[in-house]
């Protein structure tokens, strides 16, 4: 099996740096690694190609994108791939030494769709051990977890999208994400449509990167309240839960969402209770969070008769420009 790695990056120059030399010191070096940035990212554009001069073990590509958002830059990304299997890593976020050779193993089983670990955000305790990582109830709440997963490898049906892969002819991107930038939720559907396929997606907790979160030059930011933000957040996790979730648990999805919610995106009895607390950030987050799930709930069923690839607008990757 061949491994293309994409790293999509933007304004984060340095800490691409580190991802890549992270690739470098592979046990089992990847057959290429494909990094895409923004046409307009001059400092990115510059040291990709100091870095594509430099010999490898692997082939080098960079692509070029105009438009903004991660899934675009994926689709750039996996247009270009020449390998069976393609993993994702975020810019910000270096892998260990057995990361590549560890994911591929798994993909020894056909039934295998998707491998993803843990990241280890830099500055967390890492004592914290979660038992549940990346699924998805009966009734809808996502579970995440993914970076104080602990024990043994286990079949999931969500992966984190700064330590993930995939079988490249699985892949599909959906076009109704909402954002500019980190298009938040976005692995939600990728992971579980390729589960509702019937493949197994499968986290391993010693599948590890080191996750440094750096800054996002876009609206989602990781510590402050945009509005926008959430409403684009909570919008695409509905219409990505409904479209995953068989037809018996949609409506629970959609009561739970209104009246729960989930973590920046609360419902109606989170709200309440972040009233009592005096929680600002629950209480500013409340309405945005409601017109998000309002607009993801009728988006999903005005289209809900329609095939995935026209309800979704489904695209496999598109070819842009590219330097190699």
């Known amino acids: 099996m ?3 790695v994409v790293i999509p990056s933007y304004k984060r120059p ?3 740096a580190n991802c890549l030399t992270g690739i470098d010191a592979q046990e089992r070096q990847p057959d290429e690694v494909i990094v895409v940035c923004r046409e307009e990212d001059a400092g990115t554009l510059e040291f990709v190609k100091q870095w594509e001069a430099a010999p490898a073990a692997y082939i080098k590509r ?5 438009q ?3 899934i675009h830059a994926m689709q750039a990304g996996v247009a270009h791939a020449s390998g069976d299997i393609v993993a994702f890593i975020d810019d910000d976020a270096v892998p260990w ?11 020894r089983d056909p039934q295998v769709g998707g491998v993803g670990g843990r990241d280890m955000i830099a500055g967390q305790d890492q004592t914290i051990k979660k038992p549940v990582v990346g699924r998805v109830t009966w009734y809808g709440k996502l579970i995440g977890n993914h970076d104080q997963g602990y024990g043994s490898p286990r079949e999931v049906d969500v992966l984190k999208g700064v330590n993930m892969s995939f079988r490249t002819a699985l892949v599909k991107f959906p076009e109704f994400m909402r954002g500019k930038g980190a298009q938040v939720h976005f692995e939600v559907f990728l992971c579980m449509r390729i589960r509702r396929l019937g493949y197994k997606v499968i986290y391993d907790p010693e599948l590890r990167v080191d996750h440094y979160p750096a800054v996002r030059h876009d609206m989602d930011q990781r510590n402050a309240i945009v509005r926008d933000a959430v409403a684009n957040a909570s919008f695409n996790l509905s219409v990505a839960l ?3 979730l068989p037809a018996h648990r949609r409506p629970a999805r959609v009561a739970y969402g209104v009246l729960v919610g989930d973590g920046r995106m609360p419902g109606v009895v989170r709200m309440l209770f972040g009233v009592v607390k005096r929680d600002r950030r629950v209480v500013q987050t409340f309405l945005p969070s409601m017109k998000g799930q309002l607009e993801g709930v009728l988006y999903y069923f005005r289209h809900a008769g329609a095939p995935a690839e026209q309800k979704f607008k489904l695209k496999e990757g598109q070819r842009t420009d590219i330097t190699t």
């Open 97 to 107: 030494k057995d990361w590549a050779g560890r994911l591929l193993d798994y993909y």
């Open 2 to 4: 061949m491994l293309t």
């Open 68 to 70: 903004p958002g991660v």
């Open 62 to 66: 960079h692509v070029q994108v105009s």
């Open 242 to 244: 409904l479209h995953g």
């Open 14 to 16: 340095q800490e691409l």
